[in-house]
Nanobody, 122 residues
């Protein structure tokens, strides 16, 4: 059974950097053709794809967030991480990690982590 678990601070101050880690069990983040994504859903808004770590070591970003986003991975720990810099209260959201095999249809991403609430204080 593949499981993803997000971890990191639930409260971040404005202008600081949000840092989250997704720990994967039951699969490897280097499994051929796999993508390991970060997605967020602000209150009252649709989910938004943030970016992904590709099994081959490439990283892909949402252009609207790319300038503030960095995704990395630690294959020895089977983890991938998100850093979002210069946060504002508009970055308050539930942040989730999920697996996919290409494409941008979130409904096809599976499985998902349970998600973690991150609140940015002003």
């Amino acid at each position: 059974q593949v499981q993803l678990q997000e971890s990191g601070p639930g409260l971040v101050k404005s202008s600081q950097t949000l840092s989250l880690t997704c720990t994967v069990s039951g699969d490897s983040i280097t499994t051929t053709n796999s993508y390991w994504s970060w997605i967020r859903q602000p209150p009252g808004k649709a989910p938004e794809w943030i970016g992904a770590s590709h099994y081959a070591g490439n990283y892909y970003y949402n252009p609207s967030l790319q300038s503030r986003t960095s995704i990395s991975r630690d294959t020895s720990k089977n983890q991938f991480s998100l850093q979002l810099s210069a946060v504002t209260p508009e970055d308050t959201a539930i942040y989730c990690c999920a697996r996919s095999y290409g494409g941008d249809i979130l409904e096809l991403f599976a499985p998902w982590g349970q998600g973690t609430q991150v609140t940015v204080s002003s």
